[in-house]
Nanobody
C-alpha cells in the first residue's frame, strides 16, 4: 500500500557532502513524521534525524550541525543534506515514516525503505 523509495547514497571522501531523498507513495492519508536511521556493520540501527508534520526536527548528537533534514509535504518527500561527512558516518541509511493510510486512518503505521549505502573514505 505504501512504498518508501530512497536515493542519493554513494561514495564520498571525508569532508564531502551527499543528499539523500526519500519519496513516499501509495494510499497515503497523512504522514505524521519522516526520518532517517542508519546501521553500520556490527552496530544497531540508530536514529539520525527526524522531521514531524509541524516541521519540528531532532538529530542525533553525532550529526548536529552537519546534517539537515527537510520535507516537501506536497511531494511526500524528505531530504537529508549531509555535509562535512566523516568515515564514521559510513552506514546503510534507511528512510522511515509514520503514516496513516487511506484505509487505516487514524491508526499510524511504520514504514521503512530498502536502504541506501553511504560510504565515506578517509
Amino acid at each position: 500500500q505504501v512504498q518508501l523509495v530512497e536515493s542519493g547514497g554513494g561514495l564520498v571522501q571525508a569532508g564531502g557532502s551527499l543528499r539523500l531523498s526519500c519519496a513516499a507513495s501509495g494510499n497515503i492519508f497523512r504522514i505524521n513524521a519522516m526520518g532517517w536511521y542508519r546501521q553500520a556493520p556490527g552496530k544497531q540501527r540508530e536514529l539520525v534525524a527526524a522531521i514531524r508534520s509541524g516541521a519540528s526536527t531532532n538529530y542525533a548528537d553525532s550529526v548536529k550541525g552537519r546534517f539537515t533534514i527537510s520535507r516537501d509535504n506536497a511531494k511526500n518527500t524528505t531530504y537529508m543534506q549531509m555535509n562535512s561527512l566523516k568515515p564514521e558516518d559510513t552506514a546503510d541509511y534507511y528512510c522511515h515514516a509514520q503514516i496513516q493510510t487511506v484505509h487505516t486512518a487514524p491508526y499510524v503505521y511504520q514504514f521503512w525503505g530498502q536502504g541506501t549505502q553511504v560510504t565515506v573514505s578517509p
